[in-house]
């Protein structure tokens, strides 16, 4: 299971969303800086309606979604990538996961300190940003020293000397890793070092409730920074921790009071689910319909072991049809007699929403 990091400075509200995110976590959410020092961890069901028209199709019993897991990791602090604020700790933290959800305070509180003593998301933004860069350019700088030596008589060596060099100057120029072009081989032979400012981003507006269905001038701010390279979700983890305690039942009146139809959090999950780089592909019968997690580009064989390794193994073909189609024709059976249902083979790439079934060999 791939894993998202919630990052930011101490009182932006990351803990308040992580427990709206798990709804039953025990993260600890206070109004003093550093309250969280180890990292919290909690398993989100990825919202998709997709698998409720398809278990009223099948007539499932159960209905399984596809999971995230996201990380509530420490705030940071100005100096973190020297220490300050057990920083050094915190980034190795962050340094586990494979994407950043970055959330930003864009609401006023005088009863919530920030640790700054302002809100400012642009200070904010660019207070972390740079410490994540720092922390990467004192690791590629100690790496550098290191592969001269192996470069001299090492193509691998030289090759890595490359990608780091690539890698410094970028990052010496203000921009994050992510946006180095590197070659295959470059890539894999820096992969280890697991660069903080490689990981992909989205940003978490973090805003009152007031201001959840309009936004406001931070909210701009923040999406003025990440309008080349990142998402922005407006969230409001206030809302979201009220929708919590709420009955299912009244959760879509009281949106609707805010003049919003869902609270930030789906979106928030559904995008970092996409930031990833993951698909979803069905399997539906009167058991259960489910939802299987897969990389974009994986093929049919692969796509079955994430069921079970003896799928793979014994990979004869995958009967597929689009979740568009089954759903469009009613059942099966209907989008087969109209030929909508395929055969597909070792080498066909799984597509988003597609309904599979699978043929094998024990």
Not at 6 to 24: C, E, H
Not at 85 to 113: K, P, T, Y
Request: charged letters at 25%; proline letters at 3%.
């Amino acid at each position: 299971m791939l894993r998202a990091g919630i990052v930011g400075l101490p009182n932006v509200g990351k803990s308040t969303l992580f427990n709206a995110l798990v709804a039953n976590a025990k993260a600890e959410a206070a109004n003093f800086p550093f309250c969280t020092i180890e990292p919290n961890v909690g398993v989100v069901a990825v919202p998709d309606q997709r698998l409720e028209v398809l278990a009223r199709l099948s007539e499932s019993k159960a209905i399984v979604p596809t999971r995230v897991e996201f990380v509530d990791i420490a705030g940071l602090v100005k100096g973190a990538s020297q220490g300050e604020g057990l920083g050094n700790q915190f980034l190795a933290n962050i340094r586990e996961v494979d994407a950043i959800v970055h959330v930003v305070r864009c609401f006023e509180n005088d009863d919530i300190i920030h640790v700054a003593g302002s809100v400012e998301p642009v200070r904010d933004i660019e207070i972390i940003n740079l410490e994540l860069a720092l922390s990467d350019l004192a690791q590629i700088e100690r790496r550098i020293e290191r592969t001269r030596k192996a470069a001299r008589t090492n193509k691998a060596g030289q090759l890595e000397l490359v990608a780091l060099e690539k890698l410094s100057a970028t990052l010496n120029e203000g921009k994050p890793a992510r946006q180095v072009t590197l070659e295959v081989e470059e890539a894999e032979l820096i992969k280890g070092l697991g660069l903080l400012t490689s990981k992909p981003v989205i940003y978490a507006a973090n805003v009152s409730e007031d201001d959840l269905a309009t936004g406001n001038i931070w909210v701009e701010q923040v999406r003025s920074i990440a309008a080349q390279e990142a998402q922005v979700v407006v969230v409001s983890a206030q809302v979201e921790s009220e929708l919590v305690e709420l009955p299912e039942s009244e959760r879509a009146d009281f949106l609707a009071s805010l003049g919003v139809q869902e609270g930030g959090l789906k979106s928030l999950i559904r995008a970092t689910y996409e930031l990833l780089g993951l698909r979803t592909f069905f399997t539906t019968g009167p058991q259960e319909s489910r939802a299987w997690t897969i990389s974009a580009g994986t093929r049919a064989p692969q796509a079955a072991g994430t069921i079970h390794s003896d799928f793979e193994r014994g990979f004869i073909r995958a009967e597929t049809v689009a979740y568009e189609d089954l759903v469009v024709n009613g059942s099966n059976s209907a989008a087969k007699e109209k030929g909508l249902v395929r055969s597909e083979g070792k080498d066909y790439v799984v597509e988003e929403g597609d309904v599979m079934l699978f043929r094998f060999n024990v």
